[in-house]
């Protein structure tokens, strides 16, 4: 089992940055995929990023591509998404999310979960 924290959220302008960090407990997180997921007011919970065990694979939604970027330390146990030339409609709450699965662009393989962080952009 792994327990997960998201920080770094905020409020930035349209056009501004943000660097959102999950750290994972136990010895384990090399052995987990994971994820950035989020969730605007009303609608689904997305997947935006995923990054495979060893950083080799990564993937992104269409609507992020070439402004967000995944990585990963494992030896900090840390996972990053950061985020660039951001848009009001980034606005949502983001999760940090674990896999225990090889594949990491499927979302319901994603079993554990952050408490997530509020990420707002004003126009």
């Known amino acids: 089992q792994v327990h997960l924290v998201e920080s770094g959220g905020g409020l930035v302008q349209a056009g501004g940055s943000l660097r959102l960090s999950c750290e994972a407990s136990g010895r384990t997180f090399g052995t987990y995929g994971m994820g950035w997921f989020r969730q605007a007011p009303g609608k689904e919970r997305e997947l935006v990023a995923g990054i495979s065990r060893s950083g080799s694979t990564i993937s992104y939604a269409d609507s992020v591509k070439g402004r967000f970027t995944i990585s990963r330390d494992n030896a900090k146990n840390t996972v990053y998404l950061q985020m660039n030339s951001l848009k009001p409609e980034d606005t949502a709450v983001y999760y940090c999310?674990?896999?225990?699965?090889?594949?990491?662009?499927?979302?319901?393989?994603?079993?554990?979960w952050g408490q997530g962080t509020q990420v707002t952009v004003s126009s």
């Open positions: 999310a674990a896999t225990s699965s090889p594949i990491v662009t499927t979302p319901r393989f994603y079993n554990y």
